[in-house]
Structure formats: C-alpha cells, structure tokens
C-alpha cells in the first residue's frame, strides 16, 4: 500500500501513512507493555473442541509465552513466539490503516474499507482480541491520524 501512495504521486499522504504506523506502534508497544492479555477463550477455560464450525487457533498460540512473561520464575523465552494477545489491537490499527491509506484513490476505497471493516468485526470471534481490544485500536488510530494529519497537513479531497 505504501509503495502505491507514492507510485500515485500522493506523497504527502503517504508521509501521513507511515507517520501514522510510527505513531500507532510507540502507543501500542507502551500500552502492551503494561496490559498484555490472555485471550478471552482462555480467560473463561474454553476449549477448542466447543467451536467445531469456527477456526480458532490464533486463541490459544499465545498462551504459553505469556504465561512465561508472568511467571517470575523464568529467565529466558524463546524468540520468535507465536505473539502475544495484546491491548490495543494492532489487528485493528492495521484495518484502519488501510482504509486510510485507500482514502486518495476512490476506486480503492469501494473495496478497502468493506473488507477491512468486515475484519474489525470479525477479529473478536477468533479468539485473539477481546471487544475492547478492538475498539482501543481504533481509538489509537484515530488519535494517530489526528496527529499525523495535524503535523502534515492534508492534500487530498
């Protein structure tokens, strides 16, 4: 997507684009910081087996490099892990991000923003985010689009 903003000629807001990835990830690596989170199918014992009809791995990956990040009797955790369930979601800051990044090209946007949309709503019924995780994601985005645009300024209509 970056790549296309400024084949497009729209390199202003694909200054804004990458700003904005650069100030989503600093809040969201604070945030993580201090509230990583078990996924909701652990938090309430759930088991892979109640959901026959739904994929829902990304669930439990996570789960034993987390509970090593917990566990004060750890020294060492292998790198790389599967990820850890985090708050914000990063899984919504990157939807968002997208359907930002279409805004220039009106085309793209009839196809961008639906499917991104459909993936924020989606993304709590994996089992990788709680509701709320999602909804700070897009807080955070918004706030970093409010930033990004406020330090360069819009070009586009």
């Known amino acids: 997507m970056i790549c296309g903003l400024f084949i497009a000629r729209q390199t202003a807001h694909g200054q804004r684009f990458v700003m904005v990835g650069l100030i989503t ?3 969201t690596i604070v945030l ?16 892979k087996t109640d959901f026959p009809n739904i994929f829902t791995a990304s669930a439990w990956e ?3 490099g987390l509970a090593a990040l917990r566990d004060p ?3 060492a955790i292998t790198y790389p892990g599967p990820g850890i369930v985090m708050f914000p979601s990063y899984h919504a800051i990157m939807a ?3 359907m930002y990044a279409s805004l220039p090209f009106r085309w793209l946007r009839l196809i961008v923003i639906p499917a991104n949309v459909l ?8 089992g990788g985010h709680y509701l709320v995780d999602v909804i700070a994601g897009v807080v955070v985005l918004i706030i970093s689009v409010a930033l990004a645009e406020r330090i360069l300024p819009r070009s586009f209509k």
Do not use: K
Not at 32 to 47: C, D, N, R, S, V
């Open 25 to 27: 990830a600093l809040i």
């Open 32 to 47: 993580a910081t201090f509230y990583p989170a078990m996924g909701e199918h652990i938090y309430y014992h759930l088991a």
């Open 62 to 64: 996570h789960s034993e």
């Open 73 to 75: 009797n750890v020294t």
């Open 96 to 98: 968002g991000m997208l």
């Open 119 to 126: 993936m924020l709503l989606a993304t709590p019924s994996s």
